[in-house]
């Protein structure tokens, strides 16, 4: 069955990392979407939403049950649900193994950085129904006055994973707490899995940049791994 962007993927996600850890030549990158989170009634309080007391719980068990040798270090969107789902990653790890993560703050990549003009993106949204909208983006066919192009925003986000490698010391892992819109446009351009066929990005649900016998490859919770 299609996961709904509702659905817990955090089980799959430590699957994903351990697959590939296994074959990695080194460090792992990782983006995940956040944990699950309150729905506003008034659309202007969208951004200051947070987590569900479960999605608090959810967020924790993940940085729990990440082994010793997969250290976070970890950066997040500056939308309050992704803030709070990487402090509960890291106090997760470090009530498992007594060793606070590091923490690099916001970084843009994961960030809603493709919203150009976001009060018309939202409007045009509500307008034509979430999945359409997110398919005229993903075939290039919206306004990039007001969202920007999906195939930037994949190759952006994909090498900010990629330079994060090289900032990795032995037992370190990459993570960045993010959206489920800079997971589409990756999952789609990169991994050729449109959302039509794969279902919707769940919470916590993860992608992976590692090197793999000198070559830089992606891999996600489905299908193979594919060289970037």
């Known amino acids: 069955m299609k996961p709904t962007k509702h659905d817990l993927q955090s089980k799959k996600t430590l699957e994903l990392l351990h697959t590939a850890a296994a074959e990695a030549d080194g460090q792992l990158s990782v983006v995940v979407r956040h944990s699950a989170r309150c729905y506003p009634e008034r659309p202007e309080m969208e951004a200051f939403m947070t987590l569900t007391e479960e999605g608090k719980e959810f967020a924790c068990d993940l940085g729990r049950a990440l082994p010793q040798n997969m250290k976070p270090r970890i950066a997040a969107s500056y939308i309050t649900r992704c803030m709070e789902t990487a402090d509960l990653i890291s106090k997760g790890f470090a009530m498992s193994n007594a060793v606070f993560p590091r923490h690099t703050g916001v970084e843009k990549a994961v960030t809603p950085f493709y919203m150009r003009d976001i009060p018309t993106a939202v409007r045009r949204q509500r307008e034509l129904g ?9 075939d290039g066919e919206a306004s990039e006055d007001e969202i920007l192009s999906s195939t930037v925003t994949a190759d952006t986000i994909c090498s900010w994973m990629a330079a994060q490698l090289d900032l990795l010391v032995p ?24 959302h039509e066929e794969v279902g919707q990005v769940g919470y916590l649900e993860g992608l992976v940049v590692y090197r793999r016998q000198g070559e830089l490859v992606l891999r996600g919770g489905l299908g193979d791994a594919v060289v970037l």
């Open 171 to 194: 037992g370190e892992i990459s993570i960045g707490v993010t959206h489920d819109w800079n997971l589409f446009p990756v999952k789609e351009h990169k991994l050729h899995q449109p």
């Open 130 to 138: 979430h999945d359409v909208y997110l398919r005229l983006w993903l």
